[in-house]
Antibody, heavy 117, light 113 residues
Framework: QVHLVQSGAEVKEPGSSVKLSCKSS????????FSWVRQAPGQGLEWMGG????????SYTQNFQGTVNITADESTSTTYMELSGLRAEDTAIYYCVYDNSGYLKSWGQGSLVTVSS | DIVMTQSPDSLAVSLGERATINCKSS????????????LAWYQQKPGQPPKLLIYWASTRDSGVPDRFSGSGSGTDFTLTISSLQGEDVAVYYCQQYYNTPYTFGQGTKLEIK
């Protein structure tokens, strides 16, 4: 069973960047795929993008092209999501998820990012 | 992008009664070559991350009670809870993974009547 533990809450100023981490255990990291999903307060779920560490490939939704960068470090079984140019509308919970051929099998606990001056 | 539309937005059902949530995709999410529907259902309780309930439209994830079932094909899908329990109060989302970007329905809030 893949278990994901995410980094803690962040408070950021508008225009800055945030980099969240997600450490995986319980599975062969390099054979897995991961997605990042965000949820604004009181809102629904939005897929941001994903990574397949073994292939080194990433995919992003158009909304986040150019502002999101998803990476992976096999040596620490950790994936990262960096979001730049933060705006107040980016205030949300960001989830790291084990992506099993498209369905999102295991979810991290979420990382709250608050963008405020 | 494939648009996923759920109905209703909210639903109140008595304990022990059946709850039905619908999900419609803007294009087919049935892949002809393997005859699989690329649709999943999730349950999200307050303050918790979503939890996978069903994938391939009708396969329950491990540990999911059998009162939860998924059906449908092509563009129209249904999540059914056969006998509502108190712990089923949550928001339910459908998601297509036929192609990227993966997209979710807007969610259906399920409450006890």
């Amino acid at each position: 069973q893949v278990h994901l533990v995410q980094s803690g809450a962040e408070v950021k100023e508008p225009g800055s960047s945030v980099k969240l981490s997600c450490k995986s255990s319980g599975g062969a990291f390099n054979s897995l795929a991961f997605s990042w999903v965000r949820q604004a307060p009181g809102q629904g779920l939005e897929w941001m993008g994903g990574i397949i560490p073994m292939l080194g490939t990433t995919s992003y939704t158009q909304n986040f092209q150019g502002t999101v960068n998803i990476t992976a470090d096999e040596s620490t079984s950790t994936t990262y999501m960096e979001l730049s140019g933060l705006r107040a509308e980016d205030t949300a919970i960001y989830y790291c998820v084990y992506d099993n051929s498209g369905y999102l099998k295991s979810w991290g606990q979420g990382s709250l990012v608050t963008v405020s001056s | 992008d494939i648009v996923m539309t759920q109905s209703p937005d909210s639903l109140a059902v008595s304990l022990g009664e059946r709850a039905t949530i619908n999900c419609k995709s803007s294009q087919t999410i049935l892949f002809d070559s393997n005859d699989k529907n690329y649709l999943a259902w999730y349950q999200q309780k307050p303050g918790q991350p979503p939890k996978l309930l069903i994938y391939w439209a009708s396969t329950r994830d491990s540990g999911v009670p059998d009162r939860f079932s998924g059906s449908g094909s092509g563009t129209d899908f249904t999540l059914t809870i056969s006998s509502l329990q108190g712990e089923d109060v949550a928001v339910y989302y459908c998601q297509q993974y036929y192609n990227t970007p993966y997209t979710f329905g807007q969610g259906t809030k399920l409450e006890i009547k």
